[in-house]
């Protein structure tokens, strides 16, 4: 079923910006094709490039926003979620409690 | 053109000839736009309906750039529901990584917040873990079951027993309790979630209990709204309409039961809910073109009355999704296509 969806209308999540424009949506209750402007214009491609697996892998890695495919050395996880969270200037839970909770 | 190949709301295949498919599709917008009292769908939606329907494709999707988020209820139960042993962290890794997914939930086996409430601190931790190692945005989630609250299960007296006695104040009395007690469980549950950094709450399957469980829902994402002020909240519904087993609820002066979407969506929106989950239910003994033209009709004029972002409820056996365990990509993918290009929808 989630297969389904997911090629028959869905983003891709990490394979390009699913994820991205969905943090949209959550953290300033966007409606899908304002998000996907502004997630476009943050990572500086065009909206129809969203949801382009090729192109959106070079832009990942180009920025460290996290990869499907994380090869040695590059930002994973809640290190990704950081640089995430500066990109699309929002707050990620997550992050805040990240660095409340690291030794200073 | 021959025979077009669907589905009934089973599952099982049928044969409809032009003629029974048009017909389907009318008479699906209809009997929705009756109850709801909202427009039926248009010639021309009607139209690309019957041509979704009779496209001789197997799978069919969205044109590009009309694609949408997609969020989960119940995600990480489902992976163990198949029999896939794996962890938790590994099943929202799986979602992740190789099913594409573009947000996921982390919720307990028991998905309602009453059980939730006494080993939230057990929890914590795997949603804390999870956080550290993935990378989209997770929610925590249950449901506010409040079956969950009257006897045997829980302290106050059966609604279900009292009212085939007649005794309707009892009744009405112990749904009234149990809304306290069930808002009380989703906020600790909740708040407890939200402190351990999760992205957003889930309050699935709400109104499954009707206009008690929908108004519990409500007070209760508007009390973690009042808390939390940035958190997201997303609240899905159980069924196409509230059903009134108290019958004079309210919420900002407007009377729960017997609403549907586009009216329980404002309510969502005054309560400080993110993104609404609106559900339309199955029906098996109708065709699929049936099923899908109704549900369309009543997540259309949600989506138009909305002014945050809905995510339409397409599992099994909602969303004109045929009730089945395993349901089938033609029906599904035709389903996905056409309810998101019709409604513009923000997700599914």
Not at chain 1, 55 to 84: H, N, S, W, Y
Not at chain 2, 19 to 45: F, H, I
Not at chain 2, 82 to 98: F, P, S
């Amino acid at each position: 079923m989630a297969l389904t969806h997911g090629h028959a209308s869905g983003m891709g999540g990490m394979r390009a910006a699913g994820d991205l424009v969905a943090r949209m949506q959550m953290t300033r209750g966007m409606k899908v094709q304002e998000a996907k402007k502004y997630v476009a214009d943050k990572l500086k491609v065009a909206v129809g490039e969203l949801t382009d697996p090729v192109i959106m892998t070079e832009v990942r890695d180009d920025l460290q926003i996290g990869a499907m495919t994380p090869l040695p050395g590059c930002a994973k996880g809640m290190e990704a979620k950081f640089r995430i969270a500066e990109l699309l200037g929002i707050d990620i839970n997550c992050v805040k409690r990240f660095s409340e909770k690291i030794s200073r | 053109m021959g025979k077009i190949l669907t589905r009934f709301g089973d599952g099982i295949c049928v044969e409809l000839t032009e003629s029974e498919l048009k017909q389907d599709l009318e008479e699906g917008t209809r009997d929705a736009a009756d109850r709801a009292n909202v427009p039926p769908l248009s010639e021309e939606e009607l139209k690309y309906l019957f041509d979704v329907f009779s496209s001789p494709y197997r799978f069919v999707s969205v044109e590009p750039g009309n694609e949408i988020i997609l969020s989960y209820d119940a995600g990480t139960l489902k992976i163990r529901r198949v029999g896939v042993n794996v962890d938790r962290i590994q099943a929202l890794q799986i979602y992740e990584k190789l099913l594409g997914a573009d947000t996921m939930e982390l919720c307990h086996v028991d998905y309602s917040f009453k059980p939730i409430k006494p080993i939230v601190t057990m929890e914590q931790p795997i949603l804390e873990q999870a956080l550290l190692s993935t990378h989209i945005p997770l929610f925590y989630g249950a449901m506010p079951n409040l079956g969950l609250y009257s006897q045997p299960d829980g302290p106050f007296p059966n609604p279900s027993e009292l009212l085939p006695m007649g005794k309707i104040a009892e009744a009405r009395e112990s749904y009234e309790a149990t809304i306290e007690d069930a808002i009380k469980d989703i906020v600790y549950a909740g708040s407890a979630m939200y402190e351990s950094g999760a992205d957003g709450i889930n309050l699935d399957t709400v109104g499954a209990a009707g206009d008690a469980d929908f108004l519990a829902s409500l007070k209760a994402a508007q009390k973690l709204k009042e808390k939390y002020p940035e958190m997201c909240i997303e609240l899905g519904m159980a069924g196409e309409f509230i059903l009134g087993m108290h019958g004079e609820l309210t919420y900002d002066g407007v009377r729960l039961a017997g609403l549907y979407p586009q009216d329980q969506v404002k309510l969502a929106e005054k309560a400080g809910v993110t993104i609404f989950g609106p559900v339309c239910n199955t029906n098996t003994t109708q065709s699929s073109p049936w099923n899908l033209s109704r549900a369309i009709t009543f997540m259309k004029a949600c989506g138009e009355a909305a002014s945050i972002p809905v995510h339409v409820n397409m599992g099994m056996g909602v969303g004109g999704v045929p009730v089945h365990d395993h349901p089938p990509i033609d029906v599904v993918s035709r389903a996905s296509k056409a309810m998101v290009e019709i409604c513009r929808l923000d997700g599914l």
